[in-house]
Antibody, heavy 117, light 112 residues
Framework: EVQLVESGGVVVQPGGSLRLSCAAS????????MHWVRQGPGKGLEWVSL????????YYADSVKGRFTVSRDNSKNSLYLQMNSLRIEDTALYYC??????????WGQGTLVTVSS | DVVMTQSPLSLPVTLGQPASISCRSS???????????LNWFHQRPGQSPRRLIY???NWDSGVPDRFSGSGSGTEFTLKISRVEAEDVGVYYC?????????FGQGTKLEVK
């Protein structure tokens, strides 16, 4: 059974930094692209970032480019999102999600990031 | 980026009655391999999204057959033949043909 468990969400001040983690199990982690998708309070889904299975290719939404960095450690079956220069509008539930070629087939439960002074 | 437009955004339905959600894309979703990467997700209140349908009309495991997906090119539809109480929540379409993946705004289904 595929499991994705996010952690690291906290309350942080504007301009601060945070690193989210996602522990994956139940599938061959290093063969899959992985996403971060976020959902602001009462809002819809917004794709944030994608990383290839080998960690070489990385893609970002324009809204986070230059501030967020995605990475992975395949030896630990873990995905990360380093978030710098956080803004109030980055407040959201952040989901780790598994790609399945033109789709997302599994989602974690999410970790809440609140940016507030 | 490809814009995904859903309608309606709010859908009150009587239990046992059918429901239909439309999703329109700003570009054709037919990929060079011939597949159309249009997906539908359901998000119940307080839960993560769950994929229902991929590549327009393929069910995920465990999805009731009262759900069906159809469409082509830029016009797609999710239909529920008879709405049940567990179907409440928000439905999202998402395209995975063009980079980056993009979502529709969501359609909130509620029981009258």
């Amino acid at each position: 059974e595929v499991q994705l468990v996010e952690s690291g969400g906290v309350v942080v001040q504007p301009g601060g930094s945070l690193r989210l983690s996602c522990a994956a199990s139940g599938f061959t982690f290093d063969t899959y692209f992985m996403h971060w998708v976020r959902q602001g309070p009462g809002k819809g889904l917004e794709w944030v970032s994608l990383i290839s299975g080998d960690g070489v290719r990385k893609y970002y939404a324009d809204s986070v480019k230059g501030r967020f960095t995605v990475s992975r450690d395949n030896s630990k079956n873990s995905l990360y999102l380093q978030m710098n220069s956080l803004r109030i509008e980055d407040t959201a539930l952040y989901y780790c999600a598994k790609d399945s070629g033109g789709s997302i087939d599994h989602w974690g439960q999410g970790t809440l990031v609140t940016v507030s002074s | 980026d490809v814009v995904m437009t859903q309608s309606p955004l709010s859908l009150p339905v009587t239990l046992g009655q059918p429901a239909s959600i439309s999703c329109r894309s700003s570009q054709s979703l037919v990929y060079s391999d011939g597949n159309t990467y249009l997906n539908w997700f359901h998000q119940r209140p307080g839960q993560s999204p769950r994929r229902l349908i991929y590549k327009v009309s393929n069910w995920d495991s465990g999805v009731p057959d009262r759900f069906s997906g159809s469409g082509s090119g830029t016009e797609f539809t999710l239909k529920i033949s008879r709405v049940e109480a567990e179907d409440v929540g928000v439905y999202y379409c998402m395209q995975g043909t063009h980079w980056p993946y993009t979502f529709g705004q969501g359609t909130k289904l509620e029981v009258k």
